[in-house]
């Protein structure tokens, strides 16, 4: 009766341990997607192979950057294989999150680090122990020594672009300085260009006056010439009629003693007045003929 007792409770006992993976790991699971962005499997295979729970043939196929080029699917891998090593896979993976990644181990159980290392100290003992630290206290060193090179040589990229950054600004100040200067040459050019034009149409104007007062100047040359010879020759018939009023004067003279031996006194008188009179208005009507000649 013992017999079958016995197997009965080790079934029982070995479906609730099934059960509790079970529980546990969809517990990962439902995080599994942060998980594989934020987790770095080459940082965990070296605790997870001290804990013998993957070997090497396992980490160089978690490890494989030609099957899996992207590391969300390395990780996702890496904790299929965990999950398939039951509840030594489990508690090995919550004991490295523990040591590398104490946020997502409080995020998963709800307690704080404290880094005891006993899946190592069951496998390994206390040497193995001691030799795994020393390899994370190397690495750490090596991390730290590669941080201080890193950042000396940020340092010196950062003066360096500092002192781009000031020799930039010395070639910007200058750059606006000639900006500047060529602003002052554009207005100066504008303001030339129009009074360039301006006194181009004032010249051009000057130009057009000047030949129209030429043409006026020849037209009144010609028209002076034309007058004077207008004028010369109405002096010619003025001396003309001079003579002609002086011989008719002469002839008037000596002929009142024929009239009035002929006709008598009165009407040599009358005759001599009517010659007279129309002598003075011939006369007048030429000089007001070279009056307005000279006017014009």
Request: proline fraction near 3%.
């Amino acid at each position: 009766m013992t017999g079958p007792v016995e197997m009965a409770n080790q079934t029982s006992s070995l479906s609730e341990v099934e059960e509790e993976e079970s529980v546990l790991w969809e517990k990962i699971e439902s995080v599994r997607h942060q998980l594989t962005r934020s987790l770095n499997p080459a940082k965990l295979t070296p605790y997870l192979r001290q804990c013998r729970v993957i070997d090497e043939q396992d980490e160089e196929e978690v490890l494989s950057a030609y099957r899996f080029p992207c590391k969300s699917n390395r990780t996702g891998l890496l904790m299929d294989i965990l999950r398939s090593r039951g509840k030594r896979g489990y508690e090995a993976f919550l004991e490295s999150l523990e040591f590398y990644y104490p946020e997502h181990f409080t995020q998963l159980t709800g307690k704080q680090p404290v880094q005891r290392c006993s899946m190592i100290l069951d496998e390994e003992g206390p040497e193995g122990l001691t030799q795994f630290l020393m390899m994370e206290v190397k690495k750490a060193r090596a991390q730290r020594k590669g941080h201080l090179a890193k950042e000396h040589q940020l340092q010196a990229k950062n003066q360096a672009l500092q002192e781009e950054i000031t020799q930039l600004k010395q070639q910007l100040q200058e750059l606006q300085r000639v900006q500047e200067r060529c602003q002052r040459f554009q207005e100066e050019w504008d303001s030339n260009s129009m009074e360039l034009l301006r006194l181009k149409d004032e010249n051009y104007m000057l130009a057009m006056r000047y030949a129209q007062m030429c043409e006026e100047k020849n037209a009144a040359v010609l028209r002076s010439r034309d007058l004077q010879l207008g004028v010369d020759q109405l002096k010619c018939k003025v001396s003309s009629l001079e003579e002609e009023c002086s011989m008719l004067k002469k002839q008037a003279s000596e002929a009142p003693q024929r009239e009035v031996e002929e006709h008598g006194p009165a009407n040599t008188i009358l005759e001599m007045q009517a010659e007279n009179q129309r002598l003075i208005a011939s006369l007048q009507e030429l000089q007001n003929l070279v009056q307005r000649q000279q006017y014009f």
